[in-house]
């Protein structure tokens, strides 16, 4: 089992920033996939951004188009931890923010939901306008 924490939401006022962070603990793996995603009310679950392990050390990092360039994942193996730094911010982007991992690695599949194996508890991001 994996158990994932989220914290570092909050309000924030359009073009400010924020960085998620989410902690996991259990048998975690620095080869798990990492994701996060959003989900605002009334909406599905999207795909944020994702990092996944390619071999040999290399991670690759995906977003989704309506926040590249402004939202960057990394991860600190050493803590266990991985982070979603959000720069740029818009009202669209207001929603509870999951971090997920998928113990699979299901390679192209990173933007799916169903992939993913385990959840954090959501932590919710307010933008004003």
């Known amino acids: 089992q994996v158990q994932l924490v989220e914290s570092g939401g909050g309000l924030v006022q359009t073009g400010g920033s924020l960085r998620l962070s989410c902690a996991a603990s259990?048998?975690?793996?620095?080869?798990?996939?990492m994701g996060w995603f959003r989900q605002a009310p009334g909406k599905e679950r999207d795909f944020v951004a994702a990092?996944?392990?390619?071999?040999?050390?290399?991670?690759?990092?995906s977003y989704a188009d309506s926040v590249k360039g402004r939202f960057t994942i990394s991860r600190d193996n050493a803590k266990n931890t991985v982070y979603l730094q959000m720069n740029s911010l818009k009202p669209e982007d207001t929603a509870v923010y999951y971090c997920?991992?998928?113990?699979?690695?299901?390679?192209?599949?990173?933007?799916?939901?169903?992939?993913?194996?385990?959840w954090g508890q959501g932590t919710q991001v307010t933008v004003s306008s």
């Open positions: 997920a991992a998928d113990a699979g690695n299901s390679g192209n599949n990173y933007y799916k939901a169903d992939e993913y194996d385990y």
């Open positions: 259990g048998r975690t793996s620095s080869t798990y996939t």
């Open positions: 990092r996944r392990w390619s071999g040999f050390g290399v991670y690759y990092a």
